[in-house]
């Protein structure tokens, strides 16, 4: 339902931007809000138990999470250059929903369990660079890359912190007032997240288990109004 949302708004924008639509300042500082949504691969992840727990046999070495589609929104502030070339620091928070986790390698294999909440959220924040093919028309394609910091919480509400990259590619249209609109696909990737403990520091009383991921992964598509200054 938001993929349809989304396409919409930008089809009614394309068909008004003929009357709306002028060249935008040469350069200048901007602002971009937006929102879309976003999809995950699900998650295969390594479980580790804390030593002081007793199980029946032995407990489950790996679990995979499985997902919905979420949402994301953003912004970002940034600067248009004359000659094509656009930086900007952008913030963005994605939620992805929980269909369900399932626990395997143990004795009791597989096993669904339940969740602490039904979401894997994450707050990320992003240095970019983009690249807009500027040509005749009020219609710009562009592509970009960005570098950052994704900070994350798992489906236990545990939360780790990892370096952050993506790619990005859209289209720009230019409407009167110094606005575009922005439609674009970006795929992201993080380093690996772990969840919990280290081996040596799970105390009595503490944390009863560390998960291992080998990054996040997501393609977003995301469509933002930009004003231009």
């Known amino acids: ?22 060249e935008a300042p040469a350069d200048g500082f901007y602002v971009r809000a937006g929102a879309g949504a ?11 138990f804390s030593p002081f727990l007793v199980f029946i046999g032995p407990p489950s070495t790996g679990q995979t999470v499985a997902t919905e589609t979420g949402f994301v929104v953003g912004g970002a502030l940034g600067f248009d250059y004359a000659d094509g070339i656009r930086t900007e620091l952008e913030y963005r928070y994605q939620t992805i929903g929980i269909e369900s986790v399932t626990r395997t390698g143990g004795f009791f294999d597989p096993t669904v369990i339940p969740t602490a909440n039904d979401d894997l959220n994450a707050h990320l924040l992003m240095a970019n660079f983009f690249y807009d093919f500027r040509n005749s028309s009020r219609v710009t394609p562009f592509i970009g890359l960005g570098v950052g910091g994704a900070f994350a919480e798992n489906e236990n509400a545990d939360r780790d ?26 795929y992201l990737r993080t380093n690996d997240l772990v969840y919990g403990p280290e081996d040596d520091d799970f105390v009595m009383g503490g944390p009863d288990m560390r998960i291992d991921e080998d990054g996040l ?12 200054f």
């Open 161 to 186: 912190a990892a370096l952050a990259y993506q790619g990005r590619a859209g289209l720009s249209l230019a409407l009167n007032g110094g606005f575009s609109i922005d439609a674009e696909y970006i």
């Open 217 to 228: 992964s997501t393609s977003t598509v995301m469509v933002s109004l930009r004003k231009q």
């Open 38 to 48: 976003v999809f995950a691969n699900d998650l295969e992840q390594d479980v580790t």
């Open 1 to 22: 339902m938001l993929t349809r949302v989304i396409a919409a708004g930008i089809t009614v924008s394309l068909l008004a931007g003929g009357a709306l639509a002028q």
